[in-house]
């Protein structure tokens, strides 16, 4: 109330004293320069460079360089007129719009000698502006309050998250020594487990061998029985003409076993003794005389599973024929029929020794499935397993729970790096998000963290940008920047700026897209609000200069 009414006093004081004003200091001239204008025979430019006489002030003729012998006309080209503007704001106007016609100073001073009668409506507009002026300062004096209150609350919410990262940091150092702990634990167990099942696989591993070693042995006894039967004349060689009496040995199915297709049996010999026979001709005679004897049979068309043993069995043909089980030796085929039975017989045993697994899989209905059933292990070994497994599940957990507690760190780390202002005044916007809607789109502002923009007729979300700094060129607070954007068709990524000002309540006012994919937001917000208790210096001075 008291600046008010001393604000009146002044305007009051002032409307009389530019009356007496005038005769003190020359037209045009404002009350701050008129020493430079001393009444007395001469008067001296300004830029010093000539001296004149004082009547040559304001006589319509441009004698100094720098204009400053003209205030008050329009005679010289780059002078400025001074408008008193009594009851508003004094300004300077071009001196070329002295006496133009046209009514630039609100108090009429420029139109002083022409035909325009121009009304002084300073009054009228000082008090409107004072009246703006006014609204202006209750608004920032009330957001400023509320600034006050957002600045608590961002430096409480400082404070807290402070503790709370301390606090984490405790915890993360107890849950690292807990993970450590179980990590022992699990390699403890692991190696207990290990050296249990080292037992196991020894075991397999003989297993293993021994049944190479059999097979191996089965193969060389199936070979010598061979040999036996094919040496008809008894003599301990297979010769090419006890190869040709064999139809399954007919590669190129033309009814007859050439001396070419019966020499590739022998590797390419004329006759073999019982040592060749076994190691190297065998392995090339055996799959003809299970195929001969259906044993396994030729591929079908689309059978891909069969498809590379089909291939083997061609690179071993000498003339890559297509083998087909057509003529049969009976006695072979008895023989090899026998040996198909027989694996029959163990894909049975096999299939009924599966059972087993199945009945434990549906006892274990809803557990994890098991892929491949697991050997049986003695109780102590199965303990030791599941010990093992537990052990693995714990430090697990446990190493679970370290990364999340280091994932709530990072969170809370990268909020405490923000910039909120210089009294975190912005720190309660982090984490809100606010929308604007106009014809097509509805936008959405998140601050600190992205702005985005969602067609009102359907289709998903574009990210106009993701916080990035301020952006501010006065008042580094004043903008914000939300950059790297989704990319814009053949252009850049999108991006926005968004414009604070001081509102009493957070909200946006306006979104444009001024350039192409750049964006342009204006959000109000109590945070941007900041009072001055005084009127601007500005005014003060032009005021003072009056008096
Ligand atoms: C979408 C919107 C618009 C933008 C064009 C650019 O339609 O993101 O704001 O101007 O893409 O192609």
Not at 27 to 49: M, N, Q
Not at 490 to 515: D, F, H, K, M, Y
């Amino acid at each position: 109330m008291v600046k008010f009414s001393t604000f009146s006093l002044i305007i009051i004081l002032l409307c009389g004293l530019v009356k007496s004003a005038g005769p003190n200091r020359p037209r045009g001239v404002s009350i701050s320069r008129a020493p430079l204008y001393p009444e007395g025979d001469t008067f001296s430019c300004l830029d010093g460079k000539k001296t004149i006489k004082f009547s040559q002030v304001n006589d319509d003729f441009c004698d100094c360089e720098d204009s400053s012998d003209e205030p008050g006309t329009s005679a010289c080209s780059n002078g400025l007129f001074y408008c008193t503007n009594a009851g508003h704001r004094s300004k300077y106007i071009p001196s070329s719009r002295v006496n133009d016609g046209i009514c630039d100073c609100c108090d009429g001073s420029d139109e002083y000698d022409s035909e325009v009668n121009c009304e002084s409506n300073c009054l009228e507009l000082g008090r409107a502006e004072r009246q703006r002026e006014r609204s202006r300062q209750e608004l920032l004096k009330r957001g400023a309050q509320i600034k006050a209150d957002l600045i608590l609350k961002g430096k409480t919410l400082k404070t807290e998250k402070s503790n709370l990262l301390l606090e984490l940091q405790q915890r993360k150092n107890e849950a690292e020594a807990i993970r450590n702990e179980k990590e022992s634990m699990k390699k403890e167990a692991e190696s207990l487990e290990n050296e249990a099942l080292e037992i196991y696989k020894e075991l397999q591993e003989v297993e293993k061998r021994e049944k190479q070693e059999k097979e191996a042995l089965e193969n060389k006894r199936e070979a010598e029985e061979t040999f036996e039967k094919f040496d008809s004349n008894k003599d301990s060689f297979i010769e090419v003409i006890e190869i040709q009496t064999r139809i399954a040995f007919d590669q190129n199915r033309d009814g007859v076993v050439a001396v070419e297709e019966a020499k590739y049996f022998l590797d390419e010999h004329d006759k073999v003794d019982r040592e060749k026979f076994i190691t190297t001709c065998w392995s090339r005679i055996k799959p003809y005389l299970m195929l001969d004897s259906g044993f396994f049979k030729p591929p079908k068309e689309n059978d891909n599973a069969e498809v590379s043993e089909q291939n083997e069995i061609k690179t071993q043909s000498k003339e890559g024929a297509n083998i087909v089980n057509t003529q049969t030796d009976d006695e072979d085929v008895n023989e090899f029929n026998d040996e198909k039975e027989e694996a029959e017989l163990l894909n049975e045993e096999d299939e009924y020794n599966e059972d087993e697994p199945e009945e434990i899989e549906e006892e274990n209905e809803g557990e994890v499935e098991e892929t491949k059933p697991e050997p049986e292990y003695d109780p102590e070994t199965q303990k030791l397993i599941d010990n093992a497994n537990a052990a693995r599940t714990e430090f697990h957990d446990a190493e679970h729970n370290v990364r999340k507690i280091d994932n709530e760190i990072k969170d809370i780390q990268e909020s405490l790096n923000k910039d909120y202002g210089v009294n975190y005044e912005f720190a309660t916007l982090n984490g809100e998000c606010f929308d604007f809607e106009d014809r097509e789109y509805v936008y959405k502002l998140c601050p600190f963290d992205k702005t985005s923009q969602q067609p009102k007729s359907g289709g998903s979300e574009t990210r106009l940008g993701t916080w990035t700094n301020w952006d501010g060129k006065e008042n580094k607070y004043s903008h914000m920047l939300y950059s790297n954007g989704a990319s814009c068709w053949n252009g850049p990524q999108r991006s926005a700026i968004v414009e604070l000002e001081c509102g009493l309540e957070n909200r946006i006012t306006s979104v444009t897209e001024p350039n192409r994919c750049e964006y342009k937001f204006n959000f109000e917000t109590p945070a941007a609000c900041s009072f001055q208790e005084e009127l601007s210096e500005e005014n003060m001075e032009e005021l003072h200069d009056e008096l």
